[in-house]
């Protein structure tokens, strides 16, 4: 091997453990990192440039800006009251309607932004009811990486998915991922129940009073609640049809986030911008950055070698592997950088005699998402649950989501074997 692709090694698995320690915010870790690449000579400037996916880090600008002025009129806490009045304040019927919502707007929603938006609603509804708020959080982060495995711009692994191989439209994703996914979410609907039943028990009088709090109370802004749905419903069927209209999906998005801001008017600019996520699109930055390093080095084509040797160049067998592999690495790392590093080895794969990759990277898709359930490290979604659920004085610890959480990721991921296997093998 020869010194540079031995240095670029080093550097990327330096990062990636600074990156799991936590010790060092990952968006600073992640954008030295790349830049050490470019700094020892490992890639140029020009040549690291060209590894960073702008159509990624625009969907995700555009679908940030489109979300944040949404969420601002209300709408997903009064949508949230709404269901938990339709449940009549039965906790456990609340839990599941919660889960629902939360899975069905991680589809076209990020599933951060769903959980950062249904969590507050959550510990009002559960303080309103004096019962353990956990078992809603741990339902919600379950269902929102599930839910968000669903669509193109459900997860960021299916955002870098679908920007890094274009022949996989909105539509690809939808009719792939979506049926699986739904039925993984209607196996574990009834498992939350069995799991938390007893603990979120509460009294005739608690569930009367959520009968009286007013959902319509939380529309702040009607008028522009109607700009935003227009906008959003617009965006919505532009990735429908991007392919037809020879749009990229970053295009789509920007186009409908900056619609609004001009329906909004110039006053809600600055305002909007502060809904961007920053720090997630720096650390996608240094991450395309830092991969760069290994793909220019030969790394990743070495890798796919080997991966191509284990399973003998069987469509199947590499398909099996990329899906538990990428399910067990994402369960225990945060899956956004794993699936940075898995996307140049499958397209090294089409270099090497496997012809349709398709169904690997449907593999990759659903191992890197489902797989995020796995831990409370596994995906950004679970990590911003605990962060709130803390602050509110209810620390989830690793152990007691361990417990829970990687039974059923492992079940979803049997599930999706079969799938997998019934729908593209037989």
């Given at each position: 091997?020869e010194?540079?692709?031995?240095?670029?090694?080093t550097?990327?698995?330096?990062?990636?453990?600074?990156?799991?320690?936590?010790?060092?915010?990952?968006t600073?870790v992640?954008?030295?990192?790349?830049?050490?690449?470019?700094?020892?000579g490992?890639?140029?400037?020009?040549?690291?440039?060209h590894?960073i996916?702008f159509?990624?880090?625009?969907?995700?600008?555009?679908?940030?800006?489109?979300?944040?002025?949404?969420?601002?009129?209300?709408?997903?806490?009064?949508?949230?009251?709404?269901a938990?009045?339709?449940?009549?304040g039965?906790?456990?019927?609340?839990?599941?309607?919660?889960?629902?919502?939360?899975?069905?707007?991680?589809?076209?929603?990020?599933?951060?932004?769903?959980?950062m938006?249904?969590?507050?609603?959550?510990?009002?509804?559960?303080?309103?009811?004096?019962?353990?708020?956990i078992?809603?959080?741990l339902?919600?982060?379950?269902?929102?990486?599930?839910?968000?495995t669903?669509?193109?711009?459900g997860?960021?692994?299916?955002?870098?998915?679908?920007?890094?191989?274009k022949?996989?439209s909105?539509?690809?994703f939808?009719?792939?991922?979506?049926?699986?996914?739904?039925?993984?979410m209607?196996?574990?609907?009834?498992?939350?129940?069995?799991?938390f039943?007893?603990?979120?028990?509460?009294?005739?009088?608690?569930?009367?009073s959520?009968?009286?709090?007013?959902?319509?109370?939380?529309?702040?802004?009607?008028?522009?609640?109607?700009?935003?749905?227009?906008?959003?419903g617009?965006?919505?069927?532009?990735f429908f049809?991007?392919?037809?209209?020879?749009?990229?999906?970053a295009?789509?998005?920007?186009?409908g986030?900056?619609?609004?801001?001009l329906?909004?008017g110039?006053h809600?600019?600055?305002?909007?911008?502060?809904?961007?996520?920053?720090?997630?699109?720096?650390?996608?930055?240094?991450?395309?950055?830092l991969?760069?390093g290994?793909?220019?080095?030969g790394?990743?084509?070495q890798?796919?070698?080997?991966?191509?040797?284990?399973t003998?160049?069987?469509?199947?067998?590499?398909?099996?592997?990329?899906?538990?592999?990428?399910a067990i690495?994402?369960?225990?790392l945060?899956?956004?950088?794993f699936?940075?590093?898995?996307?140049?080895m499958?397209?090294?794969?089409?270099?090497m005699?496997?012809?349709?990759l398709?169904?690997?990277?449907?593999s990759?898709?659903?191992g890197?998402?489902?797989?995020?359930?796995?831990?409370?490290?596994?995906a950004?979604?679970?990590?911003?649950?605990?962060?709130?659920?803390?602050?509110e004085?209810?620390?989830?610890?690793?152990?007691?989501?361990?417990?829970?959480?990687?039974?059923?990721?492992?079940?979803?991921?049997?599930?999706?074997?079969?799938?997998?296997?019934l729908?593209?093998?037989?």
């Open positions: 091997m010194q540079q692709a031995i240095w670029a090694i550097i990327f698995l330096l990062i990636y453990a600074l990156i799991i320690s936590e010790k060092i915010h990952r600073i992640a954008v030295l990192g790349g830049l050490i690449m470019v700094t020892v490992i890639v140029d400037q020009e040549t690291a440039i590894h996916d159509n990624t880090l625009g969907l995700l600008v555009g679908m940030m800006i489109i979300v944040g002025i949404t969420a601002d009129t209300g709408v997903f806490k009064a949508v949230a009251l709404y938990a009045k339709r449940a009549k039965d906790p456990v019927t609340i839990l599941i309607f919660l889960s629902i919502i939360t899975a069905v707007a991680s589809a076209f929603l990020d599933n951060v932004t769903t959980v938006l249904m969590v507050p609603v959550t510990f009002s509804i559960t303080r309103q009811l004096k019962v353990n708020p078992p809603f959080l339902a919600q982060i379950m269902a929102s990486n599930i839910g968000g669903a669509t193109l711009i997860d960021p692994p299916n955002i870098m998915i679908g920007s890094s191989v022949e996989l909105f539509m690809s939808i009719v792939n991922l979506a049926p699986i996914s739904a039925i993984i209607l196996v574990n609907i009834p498992i939350f129940v069995w799991l039943r007893k603990s979120i028990q509460t009294t005739a009088e608690l569930k009367s959520i009968m009286t709090m007013d959902e319509k109370a939380y529309i702040t802004n009607p008028q522009l609640l109607r700009k935003c749905l227009y906008v959003l617009g965006t919505i069927l532009g049809l991007h392919q037809v209209l020879h749009l990229e999906s295009t789509v998005a920007l186009m986030a900056f619609i609004l801001l329906l909004e110039e809600s600019l600055e305002r909007a911008f502060t809904k961007v996520e920053w720090t997630t699109i720096f650390f996608f930055i240094g991450l395309f950055v991969v760069s290994l793909v220019e080095t790394v990743i084509a890798l796919a070698e080997v991966a191509i040797e284990w003998g160049g069987d469509l199947a067998a590499t398909s099996m592997l990329i899906l538990w592999l990428s690495a994402s369960a225990f945060d899956n956004i950088p699936v940075a590093t898995m996307i140049p499958i397209q090294e794969m089409g270099q005699g496997i012809t349709n398709e169904p690997l990277w449907w990759l898709a659903l890197a998402c489902l797989g995020g359930n796995g831990t409370l490290i596994g950004s979604a679970n990590l911003i649950v605990a962060g709130l659920s803390a602050k004085g209810h620390p989830i610890s690793f152990m007691s989501y361990l417990k829970i959480g990687f039974p059923l990721m492992l079940l979803s991921i049997v599930m999706a074997s079969i799938y997998l296997y729908r593209f093998f037989i």
